[in-house]
């Protein structure tokens, strides 16, 4: 009887929210996971729990050198991936008023641009893994255009065009490819949105989701089911942006910060 091997994962944006919660799942189903961001010390913080399934790939995936960095570490170390997890993301809202082309340079930089360096690299690796498997997590937003998403949703929009093509033109390769399009998910502490977030779930609960999905290696995984119908009067509202009233963007940066 033959014993499969643990999978061999990338997953970025491991430090926090959605991929902290991500990699506490994988490494509980006992895979191999090599955990990119910027942020070193979280990254650290589960090598020490899980010495001998954690590879560190820290780095800024906006900056394809490092990245290629990272690629060749994996390359070095186990020679291929089965699965890889795009999740590294950020959000920042605009105002139309004030428009400000630079938000959307950044958030397309590190949603979009970022994710195919990443996927530059880790397409031939997952062509040395086994049952390859590629996913992406982009946003319920790609299917609803809300308030203030001009950036996020345009670079989601794009992610989007990007896996959704590649799926074609992998297929005959056997690498799968998933887009996973969460709706609101708790934000981390230092980012708590004063905003309502209708239908939110906990990143641990979104985690167990989209592990759970993931086995069947479907096209989409999108949750919570009911998103649509809560945010769809939002979309209609051109005269009432919100998310948008209060302190509601009132961040360090002058932009608020928040998903989807
Ligand atoms: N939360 C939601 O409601 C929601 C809804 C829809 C979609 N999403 C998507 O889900 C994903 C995770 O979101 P989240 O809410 O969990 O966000 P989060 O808590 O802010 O986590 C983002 C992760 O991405 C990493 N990251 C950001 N920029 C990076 C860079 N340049 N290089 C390397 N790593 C980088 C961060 O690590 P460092 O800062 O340490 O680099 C962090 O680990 C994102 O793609 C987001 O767009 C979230």
Redesign the pocket.
Known sequence: MSITPPRRVWL????????AALAEVLLKSGVQLAV????VEPLQTLEKRYPDQLLLAP????DSRQVREIGERITQTWGSLDTVIL?????EYVDAQAFDASIIERVVR??LL?SSYCIDVALPLLRSGLQPHLVG?A??VTFLPLPRAEA?GAS?AGMRDLFESLRIDLADEGIAVTLVS????D??QA?QNDFPMPLRWS?EKAADHICEQLRQRPLEIVFPALFMAGLWPLSRRPKRPQPATGKSMAHTSGHGKG??
Not at 87 to 91: H, I
């Open positions: 970025t944006g491991a430090s926090s929210g959605i991929g990119s961001a910027r942020s780095g800024d995936l906006t999740n590294a993301g950020t959000c590190t949603n970022a997590i946003s319920s996020h989601k969460p709706g609101f998910v934000p981390p980012r990143a998903n989807p």
